[in-house]
């Protein structure tokens, strides 16, 4: 049993089938990729990790808990955390300010709701995120407007909010959009350092096979809502069934 259990999990719209019978089992402490062609399901299926939606069918487990109908403050408690394909960060504020949230939020394992008072002191809350940012290499720009950031460091600062919630599944939907190479580099450094220092889970839904491939344990490939293949890295990449999906060769070919 994987840590995160997808079994038999259909969904659609309306007259479409966005995914059709999804299993997929994530191993504990891996870096499990799911990668397919645009409109394979890739979207959809993380949206129903994170209970964004209800699959119509099916179930979807994180540690012996179903996530389904839970809401995501709920899902954020179970340890679940999601970097989005647009990084998620308080633009108005500053590197310090944003790090501040999670932190105050997060304490001893259990979360603070806003309009109750946090028994730490700002002081405390200030301590734990300097920590996060000097670990994450963000100290130099504690003072920089979240908004005047490179694209590769609002990722860096979105992850780092993420990792202060102390997450043990960590769900990245294409991190590196829109980076430039040397940013989609240093974010695929930043995310081995981090499972190399953490017990921490991580699935990344990613196009650029780059960063899948330095990255991925073990490879799902999707093809209209439908799994095609499950397998380590380097029996994906000759596969011919990746390559009919993504090609379009024949699987004889």
Do not use: W
Request: net charge negative; charged share 25%; aromatic share 4%.
């Amino acid at each position: 049993m994987g840590i995160l259990e997808v079994k038999n999990v259909g969904k659609r719209f309306g007259g479409l089938q966005a995914l059709g019978d999804v299993n997929l089992s994530v191993a504990e402490n891996s870096v499990h990729a799911i990668i397919g062609p645009n409109g394979a399901g890739k979207s959809t299926l993380l949206n129903c990790l994170v209970g964004k939606l209800i699959p119509d069918t099916g179930s979807v487990m994180f540690d012996g808990q179903s996530v389904l109908g839970r809401t995501p403050y709920e899902i954020n408690q179970m340890g679940i955390s999601r970097v989005f394909q647009t990084p998620e960060i308080f633009a108005d504020l500053t590197v310090m300010e944003n790090m501040m949230i999670p932190c105050f939020a997060k304490r001893d394992g259990a979360f603070k709701l806003n309009g109750i008072k946090s028994v730490e002191s700002e002081a405390e809350i200030r301590d734990r995120a300097e920590a996060m940012m000097e670990d994450m290499n963000l100290a130099e720009k504690r003072h920089m407007h979240a908004a005047s950031m490179s694209r590769g460091d609002k990722r860096r600062l979105e992850i780092a909010m993420c990792l202060a919630q102390e997450p043990r599944l960590l769900l990245l939907d294409e991190p590196t959009a829109g980076m430039a190479r040397a940013d989609t580099n240093n974010t695929i450094d930043l995310l081995k350092e981090i499972k190399q220092k953490r017990d921490i889970t991580i699935v990344i839904i990613e196009h650029d096979m780059h960063v899948v491939f330095s990255l991925a344990e073990r490879i799902t490939v999707l093809a209209q809502g439908t799994p095609l293949v499950e397998d380590v890295p380097s029996k994906i990449k000759g596969h011919p069934k990746v390559r009919e999906a993504y090609l379009g060769e024949t699987a004889a070919a």
